[in-house]
């Protein structure tokens, strides 16, 4: 691998590891990881801060997956391994947001980080995502569930309109953490405790 392959990929988890939703909280005073679900997500910033700083947090950590891959696809154009390197920035950037460097490896869930992600590699799978994601939220007002239904449903989307393996290769592993830090929302789900989405306070996506 180059230097610049793999200088790309230290980047995309550097960038994915800055917790803007810790940043943005700092203004109002608040530490969003000691009150609500101590996630540093949208959800739990828009329960606790409202609803703008809510859809910024929630930009933001787009943001964040898409830029890293955009300039990786950029900068790797001549690379033989330009897939390769493209798979690993993009995850480097999800497990950035999860384990983040800057919090002693404690962030978020990855959702918005990898929608930002697919948003770049294959933006009608993302749409796709979306309207799963709006539908099981609909039906169940779980962000939690939607969150967890989209993810699992974005590597059949891409089999079905693209069929890259690569891009398949890595939703299923993206799908799997974002499943993996949902554990103890599972739990929850199954044990008729997760608070919805309507509610002010307790355990967010």
């Keep these: 691998m180059s230097s610049t392959g793999l200088l790309c990929i230290i980047l995309s988890y550097l960038l994915g590891a800055v917790p803007f939703g810790v ?24 329960r ?3 609803k703008k700083f809510g ?3 929630l930009l933001c950590d787009m943001g964040k997956g898409f830029i890293p891959i955009f300039c990786t696809a950029l900068l790797m154009q001549e690379d033989p391994q330009r897939q390769l390197i493209m798979a690993l920035s ?7 947001h999860m384990f983040p460097v800057y919090l002693s490896f404690r962030g978020g869930k990855g959702v918005a980080t990898a929608l930002g992600l697919f948003l770049y590699l294959a933006p009608g799978a993302v749409a796709l995502v979306l309207l799963v994601f709006l ?12 969150s967890l239904a989209g993810a699992a449903s974005m590597p059949l989307w891409l089999f079905l309109l693209s069929g890259e393996p690569w891009k398949i ?17 599972i739990k929850r789900l199954l044990a008729g405790t997760e608070k919805p989405w309507n509610k002010k306070s307790g355990p967010a996506a």
Excluded at 36 to 41: K, P, W
Excluded at 90 to 96: H, Q, S
Excluded at 135 to 146: D, E, N, W
């Design 48 to 50: 606790l801060l409202g």
């Design 23 to 46: 940043l943005l909280s700092r203004s109002s005073g608040i530490d969003i990881r000691s009150q609500g679900s101590g996630n540093i997500g949208a959800t739990n910033v828009a």
């Design 135 to 146: 539908a099981t939220l609909r039906l169940f007002r779980y962000v939690s569930a939607a």
């Design 55 to 57: 859809l910024l947090t």
């Design 169 to 185: 290769t890595l939703a299923l592993f993206v799908a799997a953490m974002i499943w993996l830090k949902h554990i103890d929302n």
């Design 90 to 96: 993009g995850a480097a950037t999800v497990l950035g």
